[in-house]
């Protein structure tokens, strides 16, 4: 990004989703109300695993990798409405079913 890296820029939108949650909670956009915040994932040609905990502490919702698959992309993008698709793919530290290079969800669904 030309002006902030994606760490940075993530960082300053959660600050400002922090900062004005009374007028965001108002929204009648559901996704905003129901999980405090706007989705946001980590879209990079090499992104470690070895990574994971810099983007979960940087308040990344999730990750994809490049070159974008973009089928993956709407059943990532389905996990913000279906909790259960959001279930399905929540990263799982060294889980056999899941594979980094797929992409997936770092934040599990509100309860």
């Known amino acids: 990004m030309p002006v902030l890296d994606g760490v940075s820029a993530t960082k300053r939108i959660r600050e400002e989703e922090r900062r004005q949650w009374p007028t965001l909670s ?3 956009r559901t996704h905003i109300r129901n999980h405090n915040r706007v989705p946001i994932f980590a879209v990079s040609a090499s992104l470690p695993e070895s990574r994971v905990e810099e983007i979960i502490g940087a308040q990344f ?3 994809i990798l490049k070159p ?3 089928r993956r992309v709407n059943e990532l993008v389905g996990g913000i409405w279906d909790y259960d698709q959001r279930r399905r793919e929540l990263y799982i530290p060294d889980s056999r079913k899941k594979h980094w290079e797929r992409g997936g969800w770092l934040v599990p669904p509100p309860e």
Request: glycine share 12%; proline share 11%; net charge negative.
């Open 68 to 70: 974008i698959n973009f």
């Open 26 to 28: 108002t929204l009648p």
């Open 61 to 63: 919702d999730g990750w």
